[in-house]
């Protein structure tokens, strides 16, 4: 099965600054790579995702980029706000999260320092 | 707007208890997830359902936990009987196939087993 690993499992950065998270992932067929935000006592909330066809995407302040062949993709967060800080999830799967499963890293908790 | 509400949000059990946890799905989504996140394990897939259909339940202790649908907006995981290691906040997501691959989640069910 698939197994997707994420590193730091913790990250402080100040206010302003950049914060970047990367994920890697063993399955070859894996396709669909989201990342989600989960603040306390909530949810996991979707922040963007990219598929395979896809190296890089972004919106606004987030962007991840994937490449396939060394089967790593990562989430840049840029002028980070308080708002910011929260548990990071990347995750993967063969067709979509809505559709089959997602295997999940095991997060990265974002501390933006005022 | 549209949002998976699950309940209870919060359950404290004795050991040997029987736990039923709830979930409905958005309105019109055809897959509904199980998920369970714990410190040490993360976020686990437990089952999921199409069309309320069982699709995948290899990640769910087949021995005392049982995922179904009675219907397109009810998704019950039950516990019988209920162990202390089954601590963890239990997650239903939902999503819809050949549309947004997005997977979207609930508020979760904190569980306790005393």
């Known amino acids: 099965g698939e197994n997707v690993e994420q590193h730091p499992s913790t990250l402080s950065v100040q206010e302003g600054d950049s914060a970047v998270i990367k994920c890697t992932y063993s399955?070859?067929?894996?396709?669909?790579f989201p990342w989600y935000k989960q603040e306390l006592g909530k949810g996991p909330q979707l922040i963007i995702d990219?598929?395979?066809?896809?190296g890089e995407k972004k919106d606004q302040r987030i962007a991840v980029t994937l490449n396939k062949t060394a089967k790593h993709f990562s989430l840049h967060i840029t002028e980070t706000q308080p708002e910011d800080s929260a548990v990071y999830f990347c995750a993967a799967s063969r067709s979509g999260g809505g559709a089959d499963g997602l295997t999940f890293g095991k997060g990265t908790h974002l501390i933006i320092q005022p | 707007d549209a949002r998976v509400t699950q309940t209870p949000r919060h359950k404290v059990t004795e050991m040997g208890q029987e736990v039923t946890m709830r979930c409905q799905p958005i309105?019109?989504?055809?897959?509904v997830f199980w998920y369970r996140q714990t410190m040490m394990q993360g976020l686990e897939l437990l089952a999921y359902?199409?069309?309320?259909?069982?699709?995948?339940d290899s990640g769910m202790p087949k021995d005392r936990f049982s995922a179904e649908m009675p219907d397109a907006t009810l998704a019950t995981l039950k516990i019988q009987p209920s162990e202390p290691r089954d601590s963890a906040v239990y997650f239903c997501a939902s999503g819809l196939t050949g549309g947004s691959t997005e997977a979207f989640f609930g508020q979760g069910t904190r569980l306790t087993v005393v």
């Open positions: 359902f199409r069309n309320r259909a069982p699709l995948d």
């Open positions: 990219i598929r395979s066809n896809v």
């Open positions: 309105l019109g989504h055809n897959t």
């Open positions: 399955d070859s067929a894996s396709n669909y």
